[in-house]
T-cell receptor, first 116, second 113 residues
Framework: DVKVTQSSRYLVKRTGEKVFLECVQD?????MFWYRQDPGLGLRLIYF???????EKGDIPEGYSVSREKKERFSLILESASTNQTSMYLC???????????????FGEGSWLTVV | GENVEQHPSTLSVQEGDSAVIKCTYS??????FPWYKQELGKRPQLIID?????GEKKDQRIAVTLNKTAKHFSLHITETQPEDSAVYFC????????????FGQGTELSVKP
């Protein structure tokens, strides 16, 4: 029943490390998203992708990059992790052309990242 | 771009009371407004949504109202139960945004037995 999978649920990384957060969906969706969730700030969009090898910046892209080499996989990369990137990261996917509907947006279970 | 403000940040009610959470948005082009419930450690789950051509929508104990002129929408939960305790998020987008949701800051609802 799980449709969007974030392989790492809990990670602890050191400052300066390169971090990869992986998201895989098995629904052949074109659109994929990375959000960051912090208490009191809600979910903020980091990057999104409408197709393989395509990416667009969201509201808070600084310090992050993404990779979409295959349609089913959307990776979030922290080139040099910092303590202010300690957060919960949520991936989501949507089939293009369905028209926006909450029922067609699927979220992963989240990845809790702690940078020490 | 779109900006969504959500209030209150925390809300505590007695079981059986009603709870109301309010959101305002800035982009008049937004035309789809979902509400999500997120229980601790779990992914957000859609609970109700409303499109801009509708002023109100109801699903059992949950209702959402939309005022396009004022650019605000609200979630109403009646006869609250302890299992309603969670964080609730509103969001806004338009049909041509390809699913790019802009979320409010979240409301932590606590329903006391």
């Amino acid at each position: 029943d799980v449709k969007v999978t974030q392989s790492s649920r809990y990670l602890v990384k050191r400052t300066g490390e390169k971090v990869f957060l992986e998201c895989v969906q098995d629904m052949d969706h074109e659109n994929m998203f990375w959000y960051r969730q912090d208490p009191g700030l809600g979910l903020r969009l980091i990057y999104f992708s409408y197709d393989v090898k395509m990416k667009e910046k969201g509201d808070i892209p600084e310090g992050y990059s993404v990779s979409r080499e295959k349609k089913e996989r959307f990776s979030l990369i922290l080139e040099s992790a910092s303590t202010n990137q300690t957060s919960m990261y949520l991936c989501a996917s949507l089939r293009a052309g369905t028209g926006i509907s909450g029922n067609t947006i699927y979220f992963g279970e989240g990845s809790w990242l702690t940078v020490v | 771009g779109e900006n969504v403000e959500q209030h209150p940040s925390t809300l505590s009610v007695q079981e059986g009371d009603s709870a109301v959470i309010k959101c305002t948005y800035s982009d008049s082009a937004s035309n789809y407004f979902p509400w999500y419930k997120q229980e601790l450690g779990k992914r957000p789950q859609l609970i109700i949504d409303i499109r801009s051509n509708v002023g109100e929508k109801k699903d059992q104990r949950i209702a959402v109202t939309l005022n396009k002129t004022a650019k605000h929408f609200s979630l109403h939960i009646t006869e609250t139960q302890p299992e309603d305790s969670a964080v609730y998020f509103c969001a806004a987008t338009s049909y041509n945004q390809g699913g790019k949701l802009i979320f409010g800051q979240g409301t932590e609802l606590s329903v006391k037995p």
